[in-house]
């Protein structure tokens, strides 16, 4: 059996969700021996070094972006290597390239399990043109796969509501979050801070609440520490330059190293995560693995991840007032005990891989494909 994993930058993992998925799957087929041969599809930009395989996945690499505009025709064009190739099932990890699909079930027996993230189209940075392709995009995917894949029950929800299509619910895990990389928490580097500051962590955009959080503990006067890549945008440049000067709030730039964002959550009190649009967020998995009280924005996705044991808030004035008052006894065990439960991801490579139709077995074997 031959699968291939369609979607994502690439492997190792070096970007976002998808790849630390990817990543993680090929960790549990390389761990279990399952009895399929892996392929991952990669962007060649973002790797110099491009090697033949990664454990026991080989690896592709296709000379478009797997971002931006270009993801359409990346997601296209290595879908179809990958059927030309005769893998018997792709895992594609986004709608991009969803237009493709049904050429390729015209074509090909490949078998179409995909991964619809989040609902994109709703995302308020995309203009009138491109949220529609993103919503014919989301219906192509739902219509033209064999398979879809929630990561959320809001997602499996809004997916049975407006297709009548019945998804399988399968989250992130985020025990990795607890990898300090071989490093002491002491010396892993970035930037110190007394313990117990607040935390927040995103992609700085409007959907995920970054202005709410800000004035809200600009009020409370809380130490607060958000990490964030605030210089892609005008709107996280303009938010930098407006809290530069407010004493305890502490404006962090991306921080990749592991060791080093393991040490900004461990030291950290409490967690506030802002977002509002996609489902589970792996940000938000990450953070329950360290048994914080978290305070969350009051969506229908953040409420079904944490099983409504965060505190949740809806604005600037409701934040800073459930941020001043103390913990809840026991939330951040509670949480934990969720994620242990729903977000390990030999659990989460588990559920991949027997909807995938893989069973452990001999090892998988590599090959020594030309790549291109």
């Not at 991009?96 to 189209?121: H, K, Q, Y």
């Not at 004035?317 to 390990?344: D, H, V």
Request: hydrophobic share 40%; proline share 4%; aromatic share 10%.
């Amino acid at each position: 059996m031959k699968i291939a994993i369609v979607g994502t930058v690439g492997v190792p993992g070096r970007y976002g969700g998808f790849e630390t998925l990817a990543e993680n799957l090929v960790r549990q087929h390389h761990s279990r021996s399952r009895d399929a041969d892996l392929t991952v599809y990669c962007s060649a930009e973002a790797y110099s070094d491009r090697t033949p395989a990664f454990l026991t996945a080989t690896l592709r690499y296709s000379r478009f972006k797997a971002n931006g505009l270009q993801s359409i025709v990346y997601d296209a064009v290595t879908l179809f290597d990958a059927a030309r190739r005769g893998h018997d099932v792709a895992l594609l990890l986004g709608v991009s390239g969803a237009v493709a699909l049904p050429f390729i079930r015209l074509f090909s027996g490949m078998r179409i399990v995909t991964n619809v993230d989040g609902i994109e189209w709703r995302r308020s940075k995309w203009n009138g043109p491109v949220r529609q392709f993103l919503r014919l995009s989301e219906w192509m995917a739902v219509r033209f796969s064999h398979q879809v894949v929630a990561d959320n029950e809001g997602i499996a929800d809004h997916i049975r509501r407006s297709y009548g299509v019945h998804s399988t619910v399968i989250a992130y895990g985020g025990d990795h979050a607890l990898d300090r990389a071989g490093q002491p928490a002491g010396d892993c580097g970035g930037p110190a801070f007394d313990k117990g500051y607040a935390l927040a962590l995103c992609r700085i955009e409007p959907e995920n609440h970054v202005s709410m959080i800000l004035e809200a503990f600009a009020a409370t006067g809380r130490p607060l520490v958000f990490v964030g890549n605030w210089n892609n945008s005008a709107y996280g440049r303009d938010l930098r330059e407006r809290y530069a000067q407010t004493e305890a709030i502490h404006l962090l730039d991306p921080i990749y190293d592991a060791g080093a964002l393991y040490r900004i959550r461990a030291n950290s009190g409490l967690y506030v995560h802002g977002h509002s649009a996609g489902g589970t967020n792996p940000a938000l998995v990450e953070m329950m693995h360290f048994g914080l009280p978290i305070l969350a924005f009051d969506c229908v996705y953040n409420r079904y991840t944490t099983e409504n044991q965060a505190s949740f808030f809806s604005s600037a004035g409701e934040l800073a007032r459930i941020a001043t008052l103390p913990p809840q006894p026991g939330q951040g065990a509670m949480l934990r005990a969720i994620a242990r439960r729903r977000y390990i991801w030999s659990q989460i490579g588990n559920e991949y891989f027997e909807l995938l139709g893989v069973h452990d077995n001999e090892p998988a074997m590599v090959t020594e494909d030309t790549l291109t």
